[in-house]
């Protein structure tokens, strides 16, 4: 269906709120999916942020700290025909990733930085998770005396032209596995290398071992070999404490990899990515200033192998068939045993819950499973309700109470969050009877009243579209695409960000949201919710792609998400790109495409940098940026102040608050203002607004002070 669309997009209850309210919610929400992503993978996300020590690769948002890297991700630029190649360039943090001093030395690099000169294309031969990415990087960094690398995922060479570059940049082509590098890849090679001479830039490709290369091509270009997992591992660590002082983080990064019981454990790691996740699980203790020894020890029980045989043991059949005792007693043993199984799945889906929500979930969860026994021959149980106590559920679990004091909610969580997705794979790879109760349970819980429930069901659904795509998208991402509901658009992009994590899954989802910015009114609201998560970043071209498809909409809801969309972006890193890209929609023709403009501007203008929460990050921008930053955000103000419901006016409202608290802005809001008031109807509500404020501050030397810009 197009945008005449007859259908009407129905909101829940809980999903309506005031403006204000709504900035709130979606900064809930973020946090929670983040919560939840970092206990579905917990050696990948809510790491600090340090790169994966051999690729820098799926960028992530994470509380706090900025970018994550996701080890065995790729980053996705790129779009449709009837788009350009959009190259976006890595960041300052990112640079600083890629440096000698966090970089382990390889022969292929060594190859790569005597290749990368103007007018040259080389290509590194190996298979992707092993470092490749970041070696190509490292080596496109040292091209030229300025920095200045970009990456062209996704992209077809063949439609790349000479407008689409920047001269002196090297460039990062990963074409996965297009179908010309199956073919005659001479005839790419030789159009990267002309577009290579006329700009003076330089790229390297990434290709795997079954790539179509002549012998020639094969001797030419660099071979990939992974770089030792024990360096990995201690580079990793010097980058990741590299806030507490370069000697500092140098003489810790060696000693925790020196420690006796981190080098036995690195002997067994073969793949960079797997020394990558170590280290991401030291740096997510070590932070908490805990003795070496115990953080080893606890990181080294939460290797991969150890926690999926804790979850075989504990999901285990019962083996006491032939244990002493009557019948009865066996099957009051077996009706034990089904409470606690339910119990351990509830609190994998449900971990941090209150006790009520997470018990009655697991009962509910038990009669599901229940149902699709076969009990003709089963005889009278002795069971009996009191026979249950949630301290026996807790110990079989593993699990902790946090209640600490009279007055507050009881919550259960698990005590080594690593295990919960072990939980759920060995439930649902060595449980086939399981399966069907378990979908019918999250189905249900995806109902509730409960947003926390809803998304947490989700997401659980996501993890197990990784085990079983096609079945959970019969059974789930169909109904919800179907639906004009918005609370299943929500269900859906959740789950999709939740599966998209895993590397097999990530080109799918990709390809799906792309079909859906297209579609029907519900596929691209679905869409765009997906948008204004992770995904968005991950697939940051098709992400602007999409949403430049769908901001003209007629449809208030659909531009408000995009509108959320791309403020997620820009917090995730795109603060220049965003600011541009929503400069242009400031000045656009098409009123709805201006109105996205406004509902983005009053997220960007109060969005605080994740390292310093009592910052704004637009105002710094304004504060630092060169003159064509500086007018791109004054055409965002210009428009949001235009914006016939006021909406913005409590954002520059905390603009001028922020002054009052930083007087050394002054000067760069005042020429702000003095731009705004050109023109006559905006002088008069600045006027208006600043008098206002000024009768409700304590005093009133800043508001003179901007009023004299006026």
Known sequence: MSEEDPHRLEAEDDEIAQPDDQLALENRERMLRQEGLSRLYPASIGAAAFGDGTAIKTQLNGPGNG?????????????????????????QDELTRLTRRYIVSTEALSTLLDATRPGRVQALIGPPGTGRTTVA???????????????????DPRRLRPSDLKPMTGYLLNPGDADWTRGKTQVVFQHLVHLATQTNSTFVV?????????????????????????????RCLAFGLRDRGIELAETQARHWAGHVRMREELNTVTRPSDAQALAALILSRVRHGRAPDEVIAEVCAERPWRLRGQAEKLLAPDQGTNA?????????????????????????????????????????????????????????????????????????????????????????RMRVPALIPMLLDVAWHNHPTLRTPLTTWLERLTQDRNPEIRMAAAQAIGKLATYDYSAIESHF?????????????????????????????????????????????AQRSVAVRAYATSLGLRYVGDTLIGLRRIAPSTRADLRAEVARAMAELSRGGLHREIVGELAQWARSENDGVRTVAV???????VIAPDREPDQLLLLGMLAAGDRAVRTQIIDLWRNALADKKGRAWSALARWVRQVELEPSLVAPVGHLLNRLGSEPWLRERLFFYLKWWRSQAGSTQTFDNLLAYL
Not at 359 to 370: N, Q
């Open 477 to 521: 991402f169909r109904p919800w695409v179907s639906s004009y509901r918005i609370g299943a658009h929500r269900l859906a992009a959740w789950a999709l960000e939740t599966a998209a994590q895993e590397p097999r899954c990530t080109e799918r989802v990709r390809m799906l949201l792309n079909a859906w910015a297209r579609g029907t009114l």
């Open 324 to 412: 002493p005792g009557t019948p009865w007693e066996a099957a009051k043993e077996a009706k034990a045993r089904l409470y606690r199984l339910s119990f351990l799945l509830a609190l994998a889906v449900l971990d941090g819950k209150p006790m009520v929500t997470i018990t009655t979930a697991a009962l509910a969860l038990a009669d599901d499973v229940e149902a699709v026994r076969d009990g003709s021959d089963a005889p009278q149980s002795t069971w009996s309700a009191f026979d249950e106590t949630l301290t026996g559920w807790l110990d079989y679990a593993e699990a902790e109470n946090d209640h600490q004091r009279d007055g507050t909610e009881r919550r259960i």
């Open 137 to 155: 990087l490292a080596a496109l960094t040292r091209f030229g005396t300025d920095a200045q690398v970009a990456i062209l995922d996704g992209a």
């Open 67 to 91: 970018r994550i890297y996701h080890a065995d991700g790729d980053i996705h630029f790129g779009g449709p025909p009837d788009e350009r190649p959009a190259p976006i360039p890595l960041n």
């Open 206 to 234: 990434l290709l795997d071992e079954r790539a179509l290369l002549t012998p020639g091509q094969r001797t030419q270009f660099a071979i990939h070999v992974p770089p030792p997992a024990p360096h990995v591992f201690e």
């Open 599 to 605: 509902e983005a501007m009053r997220r960007l203008a």
